[in-house]
């Protein structure tokens, strides 16, 4: 199960439930991959719903690598996301704010 309190959101893919998590590590790839002006930048993209499929595959992306996945990017792409691009955008998004959000804490 997915620890919210630690920033975890699960997600399954090719039928394998994984934890994603964005590790400060998974976060500064994470802006390289999307040449970010900032972290700050692609959250707003998320809350204004300006993101692209390219957001979402690079955050679900970097959300594995800080949760240990080692696959190839190559798999990723190719990969079958139970719930299909919604439960991808909501994780992505989830993942964002569990990032930078303490669990229980309003805004």
Request: aromatic share 4%; hydrophobic share 55%; proline share 3%.
């Given at each position: 199960m997915a620890n919210p309190w630690a920033g975890e959101v699960a997600l399954v893919?090719?039928?394998?439930?994984?934890?994603?998590?964005?590790?400060?590590?998974?976060l500064a790839e994470l802006e390289v991959a999307l040449a970010?002006?900032?972290?700050?930048?692609?959250v707003q993209r998320?809350?204004?719903?300006?993101f692209?499929?390219?957001?979402?595959?690079?955050?679900i992306l970097a959300g594995l690598r800080g949760g240990g996945w080692q696959g190839e990017d190559g798999v990723l792409?190719?990969?079958?996301?139970?719930g299909?691009?919604?439960?991808?955008?909501?994780?992505a998004a989830e993942l964002l704010a569990r990032a930078f959000?303490?669990?229980g804490e309003t805004g």
């Amino acid at each position: 199960m997915a620890n919210p309190w630690a920033g975890e959101v699960a997600l399954v893919i090719d039928g394998e439930r994984r934890v994603l998590k964005l590790t400060l590590g998974a976060l500064a790839e994470l802006e390289v991959a999307l040449a970010a002006d900032s972290l700050v930048a692609l959250v707003q993209r998320f809350e204004a719903g300006g993101f692209s499929s390219r957001d979402v595959m690079a955050l679900i992306l970097a959300g594995l690598r800080g949760g240990g996945w080692q696959g190839e990017d190559g798999v990723l792409m190719n990969a079958e996301i139970e719930g299909g691009p919604m439960a991808a955008a909501r994780a992505a998004a989830e993942l964002l704010a569990r990032a930078f959000v303490v669990p229980g804490e309003t805004g």
